[in-house]
């Protein structure tokens, strides 16, 4: 059965992406693509904003009237967007892939309402590699046991408005599990000045803002004389964007409820 994707913010520049995706795979069509009230785009073909020819589907700005025209809702727009679609969505009926970041404890749990009523794939990060190399961190970090000093090094683009990524801080949550940890009582965000010696017990984050870099992600294991790095480097966008629409496909024979990339893929 085809999935009948709709895409929200396609005038950005995932949502130009994720159209691409879309056409691309053979079990999906594009059923909707959606822009913020007012946008410039509204009216434009989805196609020809993604710059891959025409596909008579205009942008359009009203999703609650758009959702009869698509099956999952892919967004990786805004959390204010995002919370605002996710009512509209499940209140339609409609399942979400969502892809934003910078949601606090109290909006997560808003999601988790929702997955209540329609399933939901949520997700810091929808690349295949990503995905694979938390499975590795896990049994890395037990297989090296205690005495490692944990740092997780991330980059992106200039325009990227939260920090840590949040794919940064799911690699760290891992690592903590591992580690018998709670990653909100050990990881260490920034250090400056006389910081005395590091606690062993400690995750450390770097941050890297700039130019176009799209996500690199590097977690470092440093014992006493040795180190293991383990990074992931994406180059395009079209790597999120394609484990974006693998989701949504996916979220067809689900019922409703909370799903992550690792269901997706079978890593569980």
Not at 143 to 154: P, R, S
Request: hydrophobic share 45%; proline share 3%; aromatic share 4%.
């Amino acid at each position: 059965m085809s999935c009948r994707v709709g895409v929200a913010g396609v005038n950005g520049r995932m949502g130009r992406v994720l159209v691409e995706a879309t056409v691309q795979h053979a079990e999906c069509t594009l059923g909707a693509a959606l822009v913020r009230p007012g946008s410039a785009a509204l009216g434009q073909d989805a196609g020809l904003i993604a710059g891959i020819g025409t596909l008579h589907c205009p942008v359009r700005d009203d999703l609650s009237s758009a959702c009869a025209d698509f099956d999952v809702l892919i967004d990786f727009t805004s959390i204010e967007a995002t919370l605002n679609n996710l009512a509209v969505c499940r209140e339609a009926g409609r399942a979400m892939v969502i892809g934003t970041t910078g949601f606090s404890p109290e909006q997560k749990a808003l999601l988790q309402d929702a997955a209540r009523d329609v399933p939901i794939v949520f997700a810091p990060n929808m690349s295949i590699g990503v995905n694979v190399l938390q499975r590795v961190l896990a049994q890395t970090a037990a297989l090296l046991g205690e005495g490692y000093d944990v740092e997780i090094i991330e980059a992106h683009h200039r325009h990227k408005v939260d920090a840590p990524s949040g794919t940064a801080l799911r690699l760290g949550e891992v690592v903590a599990k591992a580690y018998g940890r709670d990653l909100s009582e050990v990881a260490i965000y920034g250090r400056e000045g006389h910081t005395g010696a590091r606690d062993a017990q400690t995750i450390g984050f770097s941050t890297i803002r700039g130019g176009d870099v799209v996500g690199d992600h590097t977690v470092l294991f440093a014992g006493i004389g040795e180190r293991i790095e383990l990074t992931h480097k994406a180059s395009s966008r079209m790597t999120f964007a394609q484990g974006a629409v693998r989701a949504a496909r996916w979220l067809m024979d689900q019922r409703p409820g909370m799903y992550d990339m690792t269901d997706v893929l079978g890593l569980k």
